[in-house]
């Protein structure tokens, strides 16, 4: 008896702990009768899910849901829709597109007259003086001439106008801009930018990449007030498309719009801040001061520039561009200076991600990792090369060699490829956008749109990787059609492979038990449809942490259950 009371008063404390422990938090929100995709390789399907808290209770079958839930749970009848994890949107301008939602709109204008029409009436609704930005114009949708200020100079005489085309690296400004920017025929080139000039020696309106910064540098700035409103028009934005989290790719004023969000509660996107790469000691002494943040919003990025854009002609190409025969592009930062900033960031343990477009880009910043490596010795960096769009077929294998992350945007691929073989030629075509052979080398694709460049719909970047349709349809069979991909190998690079990118493995890009409920109702199985018909496809709800950020009013593919 007197070995058993040891015995005894261990099962009575235990007893007694049990009862004072808290009690565990109902499921809130539990999902059944679906198509859920787990991304885990070890179990990729199930066909619900429970919610308790901000993380996955369950996924399993949905008998075994449903006994989960109890009477205050809501029940979602998903009728056979799509789960997946959460988009992870791995390259966004996040603020600029949310301030692109209400600018003037000339991504689609098919002509000079349409243009000019456009900014007509939107200068109309401005105040004289106000200065009308955005756009994201075309040249390639009316031929390839370049527009020039003598187009619109008439209708905006007293509102300076700067409107960049859709890939950012170069811009239209009128002559109300060029004034104030004090840009005349006497203005030098500065280094890795250029002045577009008549045949005269006039600027023409248009500035290229580093030369943007002569106009940049004298538009009034938004307030705070403005800037709050752009990103909560595009939390709203991403999250009625399915995008759970970004990787914003911009500057310190960028995260200090985030942060003021994220103090007051507001954030419904997960966010992954880059700064500029040449601020990496700052970043590094931030860090040291505050930590990387939490689940919400996290630093320790920083954003690098190689080169400007194919559309452009400012990518650096190790060949002349085929329709330019005497142009290679350009290289926006020296290399001395990307390979200063790269080692000293990476020494501080600070996260390097860099743009490279062309060939010559993407092998200068390849050269440049590898060479930090072996100077810094290892550990998991990832390094990223953003874009990676044309690349030579040595540097292939490159990337899974040296653990660099192909950060890709397919909704480009159906873009770009309407024009690029005019531009490049179709030998240089065959490993532009190759997301098959990257991936068939072992290389980690992460996925993006490159917002405000293109837009951040997941659905329509699947639906690029895997059919390579361009958006003019005269490619039936995919441009380039051996680089597609598979509907998992592509849902895979938006969840997983973008969730690895960013650090965030362990709480994101899979459904398991235990994982942040960030997840996405479709309303059909991407895996079972025609590939043509994936761009149909409809985001029915958006979850992010538990919580319902999005649900697509007045239909029926969703029924629920329980209040």
Do not use: C
């Amino acid at each position: 008896m007197e070995m058993m009371r040891p015995v005894l008063a261990s099962l009575l404390a235990l007893a007694t702990m049990t009862s004072m422990a808290p009690a565990q938090e109902p499921v809130s929100l539990a999902v059944v009768n679906a198509r859920v995709w787990t991304g885990d390789p070890r179990r990729p399907w199930a066909d619900a899910l429970a919610v308790r808290g901000e993380r996955l209770a369950a996924v399993g079958s949905s008998a075994e849901v449903r006994k989960l839930a109890g009477s205050a749970a809501r029940v979602v009848d998903a009728k056979g829709a799509l789960v997946v994890p959460g988009f992870i949107d791995a390259h966004v301008h996040f603020i600029d597109g949310g301030f692109r939602l209400s600018s003037v709109q000339l991504r689609d204008a098919a002509t000079p007259a349409e243009l000019t029409k456009r900014i007509a009436a939107f200068a109309a609704t401005v105040p004289p003086g106000e200065w009308i930005t955005g756009g994201d114009w075309d040249h390639e949708r009316w031929g390839g001439e370049l527009p020039q200020r003598a187009w619109i100079d008439s209708v905006t005489p007293d509102r300076p106008v700067w409107v960049s085309r859709l890939d950012g690296h170069m811009a239209l400004a009128n002559g109300a801009a060029l004034r104030a920017a004090g840009v005349t025929r006497d203005t030098p080139d500065p280094p890795g930018g250029t002045i577009v000039r008549d045949a005269a020696g006039e600027p023409t309106g248009v500035l290229k990449d580093n030369a943007q910064d002569l106009v940049w540098r004298v538009v009034k700035e938004p307030s705070d007030a403005l800037k709050d409103r752009a990103l909560d028009a595009a939390m709203a934005y991403v999250a009625s498309h399915g995008v759970t989290a970004v990787h914003n790719m911009g500057s310190w004023d960028d995260l200090a719009t985030f942060e003021r969000a994220h103090a007051a509660g507001r954030l419904r996107t997960r966010i992954y801040a880059a700064v500029p790469l040449g601020t990496w000691e700052r970043l590094r002494d931030t860090v040291a001061a505050r930590g990387r943040g939490d689940a919400w919003l996290r630093i320790g990025a920083l954003k690098g520039f190689v080169d400007g854009s194919l559309g452009s002609h400012t990518a650096a190409m190790l060949e002349p561009f085929t329709d330019a025969p005497t142009d290679r592009g350009l290289l926006v930062t020296p290399p001395e200076s990307l390979y200063a900033w790269t080692k000293g960031a990476d020494a501080a343990g600070l996260h390097v991600i860099v743009h490279a477009i062309g060939d010559r880009a993407i092998r200068t910043q390849l050269d440049v990792f590898e060479r930090v490596e072996k100077e810094n010795g290892p550990r998991d960096r990832r390094f990223r090369i953003e874009h990676a769009q044309h690349l030579s077929a040595p540097d292939v294998p490159r990337f899974r060699q040296l653990g660099v992350i192909a950060s890709m945007q397919p909704y480009h691929a159906i873009d770009d490829g309407r024009w690029a073989d005019r531009v490049i030629g179709p030998e240089r075509a065959r490993l532009t956008y190759a997301f098959r052979s990257l991936r068939d080398a072992g290389a980690t694709l992460a996925f993006g749109s490159d917002w405000f460049v293109a837009p951040p719909t997941p659905l329509e970047g699947i639906y690029a990787a895997v059919t390579r349709r361009t958006l003019d349809d005269k490619h039936p069979g995919g441009w380039v059609p051996e680089q597609k991909i598979g509907v998992e190998d592509a849902l895979r690079a938006y969840t997983a492979g973008s969730a690895y990118a960013g650090f965030a493995e362990g709480d994101l890009g899979r459904l398991e038990r235990g994982r942040l409920a960030d997840f996405v109702v479709v309303d059909r199985d991407l895996t079972r449809v025609p590939p043509e018909t994936i761009r149909d496809a409809q985001v029915l709800m958006t979850i992010v942490g538990g919580r319902v950020v999005y649900e697509r009013a007045s239909d029926s593919a969703v029924r629920k259950d329980r209040p």
